[in-house]
């Protein structure tokens, strides 16, 4: 690259690592700053300087490199390096079950026992009636078979990896026959047929992808067929002329050929939802009841638990799973095995449940209640009494998410703001910037919030964010 004299001259005069240092020690701000931070964020500021220089920015002038605004540079960066990278957010946009912002939200109950279990020794695997050693898995089994109606149940890492682990077990060099139609890709490269693949299976695709007969299946099975799988079309619908294989006649077809009938549940529920407006979203206890030998699901979607993979079903089979030595690397964490233990525990009553459990209260929660919500942010922002800002409360359809009910529209209040001068971009990104952030989104140029997602207890907090945020503009 040619390097001309104005960008040597630039150049030279670019501080070293140690003059930085030096100047940093007249700066009470950097007294308990780690020595490792100071001497990263000083490179990273020079760095950047340099590389700014060399592109010709015409922002780098012998004016913009005194001491001051370079230390200015690191301060800033200094900052950057002491937050948290993985923090808290307020989810305004409505969607409940948030992949990017961390799905479900805990109940009280499963977050004070895993903070429990977190900070103290436990009995993760120590059966105590026999004084020997025992199963982690053991510790959610008998809720999970009780609350579901399964014989067996286990639990891994995630949904992915039952999903993995069940196929390796069962189908491993042998024929899965799946239909075309749910051949699914959900969020994050997981796709049926590159899970199958790796996990030794042979997938038999059959049927179109509009329409699957009980016939397509039946005539696909072979000497080596392992498998009839069932996927839930998590985060799409196919509607207009479509033909679907119930799991019971799925099941009454693998009894006939003694092969086993699995079903990915994907999201996974346990909550008929059609009894609370909502459009039927099939049950775990639904999957149970018509003989699937494999159920698998998640734990942090439609159920509101932490992040796990849910194995449930007939005992022979379980039993293999459990055996198979891949369990080791999809293995649990305890922390989760303690908030999944609480949060099944509040399925035992699902009057309460609807309301303890985040997700399930966030998913029915009546209109009125996001409506007062929605008025009250609105009014705390007009409080603020900026002229610039024009405030309207809009009526939003919120989202499951989760790859769950795609097509249940939720009616929801949400507040759109519009300030004179800052476009909705610049609100977004200064509300991302915000030491809480704070994730909306824009529709028609305006940047709004879903009340539906947002706790009572962050109001406050989103007023203060545009009150910081005009001060400054
Ligand atoms: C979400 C989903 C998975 C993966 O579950 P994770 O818990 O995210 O690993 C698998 N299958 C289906 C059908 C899903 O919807």
């Known amino acids: 690259m040619d390097v001309n004299e104005k960008q040597q001259i630039l150049l030279r005069m670019l501080p070293g690592i140690d003059h930085i240092l030096e100047l940093a020690k007249s700066e009470p701000f950097f007294d308990n700053i780690p020595k490792s931070v100071l001497a990263r964020s000083a490179r990273y500021v020079v760095e950047n300087l340099r590389r700014a220089i060399l592109n010709g920015s015409p922002d780098i002038t012998d004016k913009s490199l005194p001491d001051s605004l370079i230390l200015e540079n690191v301060k800033n960066s200094v900052q950057d390096a002491m937050r948290l990278n993985l923090r808290r957010t307020i989810n305004a946009t409505g969607v409940v079950v948030h992949t990017n ?38 510790n959610v ?118 092969i086993p009938v699995m079903e990915d549940l ?81 399925y035992r009553n699902i009057d309460t449940g609807m309301d303890s459990i985040p997700t399930l209260r966030m998913l029915t929660l009546p209109f009125g209640h996001i409506e007062t919500k929605a008025k009250e942010l609105g009014k705390m922002l007009e409080n603020i009494g900026d002229t610039r800002m024009s405030i309207k409360l809009i009526n939003l359809s919120s989202r499951a998410g989760g790859g769950a009910l795609p097509l249940l529209n939720l009616p929801s209040k949400g507040v759109g703001i519009e300030v004179q001068g800052i476009s909705a971009n610049t609100i977004e990104k200064y509300m991302h910037n915000n030491e809480l952030p704070i994730i909306g989104r824009i529709e028609d140029d305006i940047f709004i919030m879903d009340l539906r997602t947002i706790q009572d207890d962050e109001l406050l907090i989103i007023k203060n964010a545009f009150n910081n945020m005009l001060k400054r503009a």
């Open 266 to 346: 994907g999201s996974g529920t346990f909550v008929d939802f059609s009894k609370y407006g909502l459009l039927k979203e099939p049950t775990v206890q639904e999957s149970v009841a018509a003989g699937a030998d494999v159920i698998t699901f998640s734990g942090d979607k439609l159920l509101g638990g932490p992040q796990a993979g849910i194995i449930i079903g007939k005992n022979d089979l379980l039993n293999e799973i459990k055996k198979n030595p891949i369990t080791r690397a999809l293995r649990i964490d305890k922390l989760t095995l303690a908030a999944l233990e609480s949060t099944l525990r509040n």
């Open 101 to 138: 912002l961390g799905r479900s939200l805990l109940a009280d109950d499963a977050v004070e026992n895993l903070l429990t279990i977190a900070s103290r020794y436990s009995n993760l695997e120590f059966d105590l009636s026999k004084g020997a050693r025992g199963s982690r898995y053991s």
């Open 141 to 258: 089994e008998d809720i999970l078979c009780e609350i579901s109606g399964a014989e067996a149940a286990m639990v891994v890492n995630n949904n992915a990896g039952a999903v993995f682990l069940c196929l390796e077990t069962i189908s491993k060099g042998k024929k899965v026959v799946v239909s075309r139609g749910e051949l699914v890709e959900i969020g994050g490269s997981f796709r049926i047929p590159d899970v199958m693949a790796k996990s030794g299976g042979i997938l038999k695709e059959v049927g179109t992808t509009n329409r699957t007969h009980l016939k397509d299946y039946e005539s696909a099975i072979e000497n080596d067929t392992g498998l009839l799988l069932k996927v839930h079309k998590s985060n799409y619908s196919i509607v207009g002329f479509t033909a679907d294989v119930s799991l019971e006649d799925l099941v009454a077809l693998g009894a006939k050929y003694h």
